[in-house]
């Protein structure tokens, strides 16, 4: 069984820093240019299945990706981002003062804003790994799946499945490409737009 997480491409909010979880701003032209590369990269890949956020930018990106395929794309709250609560919206400068992510937190995966009326890091990848198991339940080894989805949240469910990988934070409508087998994941590949 192979992934591809995706996430969305860059959006207006992305380019003037503001802090973006549930809340949405739309793609840029910007955006949509990198999704239509990373479209090309991606167009010998045999994709079986597809999901996606609801959210505007991240159903978007999935539509882009897949008009060259005749795949169902299926919805799916629990891929949303980070719930960032009132925080939503503002400049992303002023939340990092908040101290609301620890200095290291792609590594030690610390993160909580449910003092702001958000979510913490632990709940968004588990409502992730839920999602997961009920894919992997309908699928088998030849299957190519699609996850379209955000930044933050798609991060964390990758870090915790590829334990030992050495990660990047997933740049817009950049795709981790890995594996399953044997109840084993393994990343094969990074692909930039």
């Known amino acids: 069984m192979k992934y591809i997480f995706i996430r969305h491409g860059k959006t207006h909010f992305n380019e003037i ?3 973006q979880g549930w809340c949405d701003s739309p793609l840029t032209k910007e955006g949509i240019q990198q999704i239509e590369k990373m479209t090309q990269l991606l167009k010998d890949e045999k994709i079986t299945k ?3 956020s609801p959210t505007p930018r991240a159903k978007q990106t999935a539509q882009i990706i897949l008009k060259e395929h005749d795949v169902l794309l299926h919805e799916d709250e629990r891929f949303k981002e980070v719930n960032f609560g ?22 030690d995966l610390k993160l909580d804003y449910t003092s702001y ?7 968004v990848i588990i409502r992730q790994q839920e999602v997961l198991k009920e894919i992997e339940k309908i699928s088998n080894e030849e299957d190519c799946i699609v996850v379209v989805g955000h930044g933050c949240s798609l991060y964390a469910l990758i870090k915790t499945l590829l ?20 109840n084993e994941y393994k990343l094969e590949k990074y692909l930039r737009p």
């Open 50 to 52: 597809a999901y996606t």
């Open 17 to 19: 820093g503001l802090k």
């Open 86 to 107: 009132v925080l939503e919206g503002l400049p992303c400068s002023f939340v990092d003062t908040l101290r609301l992510e620890s200095t290291n937190w792609l590594e």
């Open 163 to 182: 334990k030992d990988e050495k990660l990047i934070f997933p740049e817009n409508a950049s795709a981790y490409i890995f594996c399953k087998k044997n």
């Open 117 to 123: 009326q958000g979510e913490n890091i632990d709940d």
